[in-house]
Protein backbone atom coordinates (compact mmCIF):
# COMPACT_ATOMS: atom_id res chain seq x y z
CA UNK A 1 0.00 0.00 0.00
CA UNK A 2 1.24 3.55 -0.86
CA UNK A 3 0.03 6.95 0.53
CA UNK A 4 -2.89 7.46 2.20
CA UNK A 5 -5.78 4.60 2.75
CA UNK A 6 -8.75 4.91 4.39
CA UNK A 7 -11.52 2.06 4.75
CA UNK A 8 -14.26 1.17 4.04
CA UNK A 9 -15.26 3.37 1.07
CA UNK A 10 -18.90 3.45 1.68
CA UNK A 11 -20.49 3.03 5.22
CA UNK A 12 -24.57 3.55 5.30
CA UNK A 13 -25.07 3.54 9.27
CA UNK A 14 -28.96 3.93 11.08
CA UNK A 15 -28.58 6.60 13.75
CA UNK A 16 -28.61 4.25 16.49
CA UNK A 17 -25.57 2.61 15.38
CA UNK A 18 -21.64 2.62 15.90
CA UNK A 19 -18.88 2.69 13.32
CA UNK A 20 -15.98 3.30 13.31
CA UNK A 21 -13.66 5.00 10.05
CA UNK A 22 -9.81 4.37 9.48
CA UNK A 23 -7.13 6.09 7.65
CA UNK A 24 -3.38 4.88 7.71
CA UNK A 25 -0.80 6.79 6.06
CA UNK A 26 2.30 5.19 4.40
CA UNK A 27 4.59 8.11 3.86
CA UNK A 28 6.36 8.84 6.88
CA UNK A 29 4.40 11.50 8.02
CA UNK A 30 3.91 12.94 11.27
CA UNK A 31 0.43 14.70 11.22
CA UNK A 32 -2.72 13.51 10.04
CA UNK A 33 -6.30 15.40 9.70
CA UNK A 34 -9.97 14.57 9.74
CA UNK A 35 -11.56 16.29 7.11
CA UNK A 36 -15.60 16.56 6.04
CA UNK A 37 -17.01 17.34 2.73
CA UNK A 38 -20.73 17.90 2.22
CA UNK A 39 -22.40 18.70 -1.22
CA UNK A 40 -21.36 22.75 -2.65
CA UNK A 41 -19.34 23.22 0.71
CA UNK A 42 -15.53 23.76 1.34
CA UNK A 43 -13.79 20.92 3.04
CA UNK A 44 -14.24 21.21 6.76
CA UNK A 45 -11.42 20.62 9.09
CA UNK A 46 -12.35 18.48 11.69
CA UNK A 47 -9.63 17.14 13.67
CA UNK A 48 -5.68 17.66 13.16
CA UNK A 49 -3.14 15.14 15.13
CA UNK A 50 0.50 16.08 15.28
CA UNK A 51 3.01 13.34 16.80
CA UNK A 52 -0.09 11.63 18.15
CA UNK A 53 -1.19 14.53 19.74
CA UNK A 54 -4.32 16.49 19.08
CA UNK A 55 -3.77 19.94 18.22
CA UNK A 56 -7.30 20.94 17.13
CA UNK A 57 -10.68 19.97 17.52
CA UNK A 58 -12.91 22.31 15.37
CA UNK A 59 -15.89 22.58 17.25
CA UNK A 60 -16.90 19.44 15.96
CA UNK A 61 -19.89 17.35 18.10
CA UNK A 62 -19.02 14.82 19.89
CA UNK A 63 -20.62 12.10 18.40
CA UNK A 64 -17.59 12.34 16.32
CA UNK A 65 -14.41 10.96 18.30
CA UNK A 66 -10.80 10.61 16.89
CA UNK A 67 -8.36 8.36 18.09
CA UNK A 68 -4.80 8.39 16.94
CA UNK A 69 -2.78 5.33 18.22
CA UNK A 70 0.33 6.17 16.20
CA UNK A 71 1.31 8.31 13.99
CA UNK A 72 0.29 6.10 11.04
CA UNK A 73 -3.04 5.50 11.97
CA UNK A 74 -5.93 7.44 12.32
CA UNK A 75 -9.69 6.55 13.46
CA UNK A 76 -12.95 8.43 13.84
CA UNK A 77 -15.41 6.96 15.66
CA UNK A 78 -18.96 7.35 14.77
CA UNK A 79 -22.15 7.24 17.17
CA UNK A 80 -25.73 8.30 17.36
CA UNK A 81 -24.95 10.28 14.05
CA UNK A 82 -27.77 12.40 12.51
CA UNK A 83 -29.03 12.43 8.48
CA UNK A 84 -27.04 15.73 8.09
CA UNK A 85 -24.01 14.13 8.93
CA UNK A 86 -24.21 12.44 5.63
CA UNK A 87 -20.74 13.53 3.80
CA UNK A 88 -17.77 12.47 2.40
CA UNK A 89 -15.01 11.82 4.81
CA UNK A 90 -11.62 12.29 4.15
CA UNK A 91 -8.50 11.89 5.65
CA UNK A 92 -5.08 13.34 5.19
CA UNK A 93 -1.50 13.41 6.31
CA UNK A 94 1.35 15.96 6.09
CA UNK A 95 5.32 16.05 7.43
CA UNK A 96 5.14 19.11 9.42
CA UNK A 97 8.68 19.17 9.54
CA UNK A 98 8.89 20.76 6.09
CA UNK A 99 8.10 24.45 5.83
CA UNK A 100 4.45 24.50 4.32
CA UNK A 101 1.82 22.32 4.78
CA UNK A 102 1.24 19.97 1.91
CA UNK A 103 -1.06 17.48 2.10
CA UNK A 104 -1.83 14.03 0.84
CA UNK A 105 -5.74 13.18 1.28
CA UNK A 106 -7.03 9.47 1.12
CA UNK A 107 -10.02 8.49 -1.35
CA UNK A 108 -12.05 9.02 1.36
CA UNK A 109 -15.63 7.21 2.78
CA UNK A 110 -18.88 8.06 1.88
CA UNK A 111 -21.09 8.26 4.82
CA UNK A 112 -24.55 7.91 4.58
CA UNK A 113 -26.53 8.28 8.00
CA UNK A 114 -30.32 7.07 7.29
CA UNK B 1 -17.34 33.94 6.75
CA UNK B 2 -15.67 31.89 4.29
CA UNK B 3 -11.78 33.61 4.09
CA UNK B 4 -11.21 31.04 1.11
CA UNK B 5 -13.83 31.85 -2.33
CA UNK B 6 -13.89 30.41 -5.68
CA UNK B 7 -16.87 32.03 -7.58
CA UNK B 8 -17.09 30.20 -10.30
CA UNK B 9 -18.69 26.67 -9.61
CA UNK B 10 -17.78 25.77 -12.82
CA UNK B 11 -15.64 26.21 -16.14
CA UNK B 12 -15.98 24.72 -19.76
CA UNK B 13 -12.91 24.71 -21.71
CA UNK B 14 -11.78 23.30 -25.49
CA UNK B 15 -9.04 21.58 -25.55
CA UNK B 16 -5.72 22.85 -26.11
CA UNK B 17 -6.44 26.10 -24.55
CA UNK B 18 -6.27 28.12 -21.95
CA UNK B 19 -8.27 27.16 -18.51
CA UNK B 20 -8.08 30.04 -15.75
CA UNK B 21 -9.19 29.35 -12.57
CA UNK B 22 -9.83 31.74 -10.08
CA UNK B 23 -9.17 32.43 -5.92
CA UNK B 24 -10.12 35.09 -3.49
CA UNK B 25 -9.05 35.40 0.07
CA UNK B 26 -9.99 37.50 2.95
CA UNK B 27 -7.17 36.75 5.57
CA UNK B 28 -3.93 38.87 4.85
CA UNK B 29 -1.80 36.23 7.61
CA UNK B 30 -2.56 33.67 4.96
CA UNK B 31 1.25 33.08 3.27
CA UNK B 32 0.72 30.24 1.70
CA UNK B 33 -1.25 28.65 -1.25
CA UNK B 34 -2.30 25.63 -2.91
CA UNK B 35 -4.38 24.35 -5.29
CA UNK B 36 -5.80 20.70 -5.09
CA UNK B 37 -7.41 18.62 -8.11
CA UNK B 38 -10.10 16.22 -7.38
CA UNK B 39 -11.57 13.46 -9.38
CA UNK B 40 -14.89 11.78 -8.82
CA UNK B 41 -14.39 9.12 -6.16
CA UNK B 42 -11.04 10.15 -5.06
CA UNK B 43 -9.68 12.18 -2.88
CA UNK B 44 -7.59 15.90 -3.70
CA UNK B 45 -4.63 15.51 -5.12
CA UNK B 46 -1.71 18.03 -4.61
CA UNK B 47 -1.07 20.30 -7.90
CA UNK B 48 0.97 23.09 -7.10
CA UNK B 49 1.55 25.74 -4.70
CA UNK B 50 2.92 29.40 -3.83
CA UNK B 51 5.01 31.50 -1.04
CA UNK B 52 3.60 34.69 -0.54
CA UNK B 53 7.00 35.77 -1.34
CA UNK B 54 6.57 35.17 -4.97
CA UNK B 55 3.81 35.85 -7.41
CA UNK B 56 4.62 32.97 -9.82
CA UNK B 57 5.33 29.30 -10.09
CA UNK B 58 5.41 27.23 -12.77
CA UNK B 59 5.22 23.42 -13.38
CA UNK B 60 4.75 22.27 -16.71
CA UNK B 61 1.38 23.14 -18.15
CA UNK B 62 0.53 24.38 -14.87
CA UNK B 63 0.90 28.33 -13.62
CA UNK B 64 -0.41 29.79 -10.46
CA UNK B 65 -0.08 33.55 -9.76
CA UNK B 66 -0.75 35.52 -6.77
CA UNK B 67 -1.80 38.94 -6.52
CA UNK B 68 -1.10 39.85 -2.42
CA UNK B 69 -2.81 43.71 -3.18
CA UNK B 70 -5.88 42.30 -4.25
CA UNK B 71 -5.52 38.82 -2.44
CA UNK B 72 -6.41 37.23 -5.68
CA UNK B 73 -4.78 33.82 -6.84
CA UNK B 74 -4.95 31.98 -10.45
CA UNK B 75 -4.42 29.15 -11.91
CA UNK B 76 -3.55 28.45 -15.43
CA UNK B 77 -3.44 25.25 -17.51
CA UNK B 78 -2.26 25.80 -21.20
CA UNK B 79 -2.79 23.40 -23.18
CA UNK B 80 -5.96 22.03 -21.52
CA UNK B 81 -6.14 18.41 -22.06
CA UNK B 82 -9.37 16.48 -21.26
CA UNK B 83 -7.47 14.59 -18.62
CA UNK B 84 -7.79 18.01 -16.48
CA UNK B 85 -11.63 17.86 -16.51
CA UNK B 86 -11.97 17.82 -12.28
CA UNK B 87 -12.82 19.40 -9.64
CA UNK B 88 -10.14 22.06 -8.50
CA UNK B 89 -9.50 23.83 -4.98
CA UNK B 90 -8.18 26.45 -3.82
CA UNK B 91 -6.49 26.34 -0.40
CA UNK B 92 -4.46 28.89 1.84
CA UNK B 93 -2.58 28.42 5.17
CA UNK B 94 -0.95 30.85 7.58
CA UNK B 95 1.94 28.76 8.31
CA UNK B 96 -0.14 26.68 10.78
CA UNK B 97 -1.21 23.16 9.79
CA UNK B 98 -4.52 24.78 8.82
CA UNK B 99 -5.37 24.49 5.74
CA UNK B 100 -8.83 26.72 4.27
CA UNK B 101 -10.25 25.62 1.42
CA UNK B 102 -12.37 26.90 -1.23
CA UNK B 103 -15.86 25.30 -2.27
CA UNK B 104 -14.05 24.43 -5.51
CA UNK B 105 -14.07 24.90 -9.31
CA UNK B 106 -15.69 21.67 -11.64
CA UNK B 107 -13.37 22.28 -14.93
CA UNK B 108 -14.43 20.56 -17.99
CA UNK B 109 -12.06 20.08 -20.77
CA UNK B 110 -13.91 19.47 -24.02
CA UNK B 111 -12.21 18.08 -27.40
Known amino acids: ETGVTQTPRHLVMGMTNKKSLKCEQH?????MYWYKQSAKKPLELMFVYNFKEQTENNSVPSRFSPECPNSSHLFLHLHTLQPEDSALYLC?????????????FGPGTRLTVL | DQQVKQNSPSLSVQEGRISILNCDYTNSMFDYFLWYKKYPAEGPTFLISISSIKDKNEDGRFTVFLNKSAKHLSLHIVPSQPGDSAVYFC??????????FGTGTRLQVFP
Open chain 1, 27 to 31: LGHNA
Open chain 2, 91 to 100: AASGNTDKLI
Open chain 1, 92 to 104: ASSDIRTSYNEQF
